[in-house]
Nanobody, 117 residues
Framework: VQLQASGGGLVQAGGSLKLSCSASGSIFNSNTMAWSRQYPGKSREPVAS???????SYVDSVEGRFTISRDNAKNSVYLQMNSLEPEDTAEYYC????????????WGQGTLVTVSS
């Protein structure tokens, strides 16, 4: 496993969680990283991404509530999730953007986030 996500759990609406992902150096150092989420029966979709230079972007549904960051010394990427809503309940995955295939690539298990109302 080259992308290890952790930090999920059960939280009440309005609460916070911080997800962590450790990656091998060969993946982390050269690629844009992202957090994606997957609802049951749906495809995974990136919700936040961060370039090697630290430029972050978000989908509208999490803008202002989620913050993605990366620690280059630890080959790790994080997702701070605040003001969580029941609609954020999903499996969250760490990914990197493979410039060869031009696709988000997932090499590990996700972590489940459950937000109760």
């Amino acid at each position: 496993v080259q992308l290890q996500a952790s930090g999920g759990g059960l939280v009440q609406a309005g609460g916070s969680l911080k997800l962590s992902c450790s990656a091998s150096g060969s993946i982390f150092n050269s690629n844009t990283m992202a957090w994606s989420r997957q609802y049951p029966g749906k495809s995974r979709e990136p919700v936040a991404s961060i370039t090697t230079g630290g430029l972050a972007s978000y989908v509208d549904s999490v803008e202002g509530r989620f913050t993605i960051s990366r620690d280059n010394a630890k080959n790790s990427v994080y997702l701070q999730m605040n003001s969580l809503e029941p609609e954020d309940t999903a499996e969250y995955y760490c990914a990197f953007y493979d410039t060869n295939t031009r696709e988000w690539t997932y090499w590990g298990q996700g972590t489940l986030v459950t937000v109760s109302s």
